[in-house]
């Protein structure tokens, strides 16, 4: 059974590839300038309250990410400054 568990290399790695994934899929459909980092950072802002999730959240949260949640989340970090500067 300890094949099964991934380490934090391998774990990184994985959440890495699925927000390149996403961000490639967002840029399919007219969003060029999405990146890894850009979807990981939206996502990631969900879990500063309430800690990291289970894996299959986390999975789930970053394959499910809609367009308009992304760019809700950079409209509102625009208007804070946090995101630009």
Known sequence: MAEDVMGEKELNEAIESLCRSKAEEFRLIGYEQVTGPDIWECV??????????????????????????????????????????
């Open 44 to 85: 990631n802002q969900k879990y500063e309250k309430n800690g990291f999730p289970p894996l299959y959240q986390l999975v789930n949260d970053i394959l499910s990410l809609k367009a308009t949640q992304f760019m809700n989340y950079m409209t509102i970090s625009a208007y804070r400054g946090s995101r630009f500067d």
